[in-house]
């Protein structure tokens, strides 16, 4: 258990997609406004994530069985966004109030390169297939962390007339995400 | 007024349309692989072979492909196109693979890839959409060499290879680092909203209403900006 648990915090904290790896800074920076749609977000994309390796970790296991290993890039794509659609059908049908908080963010999730990188990662170092689920969790719940983390910041960069004027919008966005990621620096060589 | 037309769209993604500076768009190989000068030149190359050849063929199947799956479609003919330039760079520069990692495979869900397809490709004829490929791509490998250039010359004193400031001082290894890509790239957006002085250009937000994709938006699906609150 305890190496399950090393998995996951490491992928929180030391590796934290968005903010150590640069995975996933389009919805980081683009839903991070207000805490609600961060945490919709975070859940969605986790959600997601868990289930796309669950799924694509067994069909490269297929591919490699049939020596085409490097369709690798074109078969995940596919599947992932299959996968969100067919999640969000069933969502929709069977989960009305679940589908009514997360089903805005599912579509936006097939374009997230964190579920994409987080499945071909997880081939790339050779994880078994219940590790590779644990680190599709703690990738989730980092970008969670991150975007409620992102959400706080932000809500005090409201009044924009005190940034200078080149600064504001975006620029002071990604200013606030550099202090963030070089505080996550402090967790580096936690597990070394 | 044809070939004025022929070199605006050329150099639209220059600077005017800069698809990293002006729409904010492919964030993470902007940040990812700009830790020298070297690795930043070969993400754009990559990502511009893809852009030119993905935007020519959707421009060739653009009355073939129905409206309602063509999104599918598009992921499909970048992700061939991604494999073939994955496989290329393997086989001729494995140091540039070694160094850019899982990002090579991520150029297709680079948002500039479908974003271009989408809203030019889809509707432009295939010499204007491999224009476009050229210029939007030319754009975006020209930002990543800068980027590329400032964090190599301060992280590490060199650039491309060559030492040029490291003989007066030692390397802020952090720039190269993940604080120094977030704080670069703010600089440098800082610095073209300085140049361009525009202020009714300058984004506060990542909203549907200064989205670059708001014509053909339809309600947003699929779309990584889209305002949700």
């Given at each position: 258990m305890g190496k399950y648990l090393i998995i996951i915090v490491s992928m929180v904290l030391v590796n934290n997609y968005p903010l150590a790896q640069f995975l996933g800074i389009c919805p980081f920076l683009g839903?991070?406004?207000?805490k609600d749609s961060a945490t919709g977000m975070g859940i969605a994309v986790t959600f997601v994530m868990v289930l796309a390796t669950a799924v694509t970790w067994p069909i490269q296991q297929l591919l490699n069985k049939f020596g085409i290993g490097y369709m690798q890039t074109v078969v995940f794509i596919l599947v992932i966004a299959a996968l969100v659609q067919l999640i969000e059908m069933f969502m929709k049908k069977n989960m009305v109030g679940l589908y009514k908080s997360l089903g805005v963010y599912l579509p936006l999730i097939?374009?997230?390169?964190a579920v994409l990188g987080v499945c071909i990662s997880n081939i790339d170092s050779g994880l078994n297939y219940l590790e590779a689920l644990f680190n599709a969790f703690g990738a989730g719940v980092g970008f969670l962390f991150a975007m409620l983390l992102m959400a706080g910041v932000r809500s005090k960069l409201?009044?924009?007339?005190?940034?200078p004027k080149s600064f504001r919008g975006v620029p002071i966005v990604l200013l606030a995400a550099a202090i963030m990621s070089l505080s996550f620096m402090g967790f580096g060589g936690m597990f070394s | 007024m044809e070939n004025k037309n022929k070199v605006s769209i050329l150099t639209?993604?220059?600077?005017?349309?800069?698809?990293?500076?002006?729409?904010?768009?492919?964030?993470c190989p902007t940040l990812a692989t700009t830790t020298s000068l070297v690795n930043g030149f070969g993400m754009g190359i990559s990502a511009t072979a893809v852009l030119i050849c993905s935007n020519i063929v959707i421009s060739l199947l653009r009355k073939i492909i129905p409206d309602n799956v063509r999104i599918p479609c598009y992921i499909t003919v970048i992700a061939g196109f991604v494999t073939i330039v994955q496989l290329i760079v393997k086989a001729f520069a494995p140091a540039l693979d070694e160094s850019l990692g899982l990002y090579l495979p991520l150029i297709v869900v680079n948002c500039i890839i479908l974003g271009r397809a989408e809203m030019f490709a889809n509707k432009n004829s295939v010499v204007d959409s491999a224009l476009d490929g050229i210029g939007m791509g030319l754009g975006f490998t020209l930002t990543l060499c800068v980027m590329g250039s400032i964090r190599e010359l301060i992280?590490?004193?060199?650039?491309a290879g060559f030492p040029v400031l490291s003989r007066i001082m030692p390397g802020m290894s952090v720039m190269t680092l993940v604080p120094g890509g977030f704080a670069v790239y703010s600089f440098i957006m800082a610095f073209v909203h300085y140049m361009t002085e525009d202020k009714s250009k300058i984004?506060?937000?990542?909203?549907?209403?200064?989205?670059?994709?708001q014509d053909n938006c339809v309600d947003g699906s699929g779309c990584a900006n889209k305002e949700v609150a």
């Open positions: 839903v991070s406004k207000d097939t374009t997230n390169c409201e009044d924009q007339s005190r940034i | 639209n993604g220059l600077i005017k349309e800069n698809p990293v500076l002006v729409l904010v768009l492919g964030t992280g590490a004193g060199t650039i984004r506060n937000s990542f909203g549907c209403s200064d989205c670059a994709m």
